[in-house]
């Protein structure tokens, strides 16, 4: 939850962006009085409870996972020691840990963040991640009302920025509809990260030529594992090491790819970001191990095809 960084965002839904803050302060002791089953009678400037009750308790106690956006002003950092709530900063990134591995990941941006938040997107753009469009801005897929528009201006946005057009594509959730594989073919894409039923890439047709699906993850996914699951991150670490290791074993007959999935938000938390080091502090102690991001795969694949075709 936040209250909303921008104000053009705040002046179009008719909010002074000025009372944003001290709202969501009032909501977020509402909201977890109800999440407790507590019946709530509560009169403010800009809404009015009368012995109100939550029609469904959380499934989780005492309540769902909570994470407060914060960026420039104190206020999210605030409410987050107040009330134990994790914390997401959105306009702050540190690419520290992979510089030191030597590792240059592949990342998932809508492309509304190279405008929006320069700071972070330059700072990932000059540690040599590779961008992957993300759609321009976080929303299904299947939500959007002009698919194609939205495809070709997430392309647009990331290639002024990056100086080069992505070529791969992560669809927010992993949504889609029956169209986009072909949309995004037409838009430039070669590769698409929304089919994890492999370990090794394969292809699909559109009416734009194929399309590389690359390997991408739901088991070793920090989402599903500690954000839907509930999974503690030790578990989560155990599970990457024993899928590494059992590729380990397989390779010896072919490459195989493990894909590995996180969100800073999540496994960058102080309590949970050690964890991450014990996975990549496993794979270290493995020779013939190669840490390459989408780019790098797509171009190994269409060159072994070729080779093999040859």
């Known amino acids: 939850m936040g209250p909303g960084l921008l104000p053009s965002d705040a002046f179009q839904l008719g909010i002074d962006p000025n009372t944003q803050r001290d709202r969501m302060v009032e909501a977020i002791e509402v909201i977890l009085d109800l999440f407790a089953g507590k019946r709530v009678t509560k009169k403010t ?18 309540h769902p ?19 134990g709530f994790g914390m997401l900063c959105v ?17 998932a941006i809508n492309a509304r963040v190279t405008l929006d938040y320069p700071r972070v997107a330059t ?8 961008f992957m469009g993300h759609a321009y801005e976080q929303m299904p ?12 201006r997430s392309m647009d946005t990331l290639e002024k920025f ?26 430039g894409v070669k590769y698409i ?34 954000i839907v699951q509930h999974h503690e991150a030790a578990y989560w670490t155990r599970k990457c090491i024993d899928t590494f290791d059992r590729y380990v074993l397989e390779a010896a007959e072919r490459p195989k790819i493990m894909t590995i999935a996180i969100h800073p938000y999540i496994s960058g938390q102080p309590f949970r970001i050690g964890y991450l080091e014990k996975v990549y502090e496993h794979i270290a102690k493995h020779q013939g191990v190669l840490h390459w991001n989408g780019e790098q ?3 190994w694949y269409t060159a072994s095809k070729a080779g093999a075709a040859a």
């Open 45 to 62: 400037e800009w809404f009015n409870l009368s012995n109100a009750i939550s029609q469904l308790r959380p499934y989780s106690w005492p």
């Open 141 to 152: 897929v299947h939500k959007v009302d002009d698919q194609k528009a939205m495809i070709e």
């Open 162 to 187: 990056c100086s080069k057009r992505p070529l791969g594509w992560l669809g927010p959730g992993l949504t889609q509809t029956y169209e986009t594989p072909d949309l995004l073919a037409a838009a």
């Open 65 to 83: 996972e909570i994470c407060v956006a914060s960026s420039v002003t104190p206020s999210g950092g605030k409410l987050a020691g107040k009330h």
């Open 193 to 226: 990260g929304d089919y994890p039923y492999d370990d090794e890439p394969t292809e699909i047709q559109t009416d734009h030529g194929p399309l590389v699906t690359l390997p991408y993850t739901v088991e070793t996914n920090d989402i599903p594992m500690m």
């Open 91 to 107: 306009a702050a990134t540190q690419t520290g840990g992979y510089d030191a591995l030597g590792i240059k990941p592949t990342l």
């Open 297 to 299: 795969i797509l171009h």
């Open 123 to 130: 700072s990932c753009l000059e540690a040599g991640w590779e």
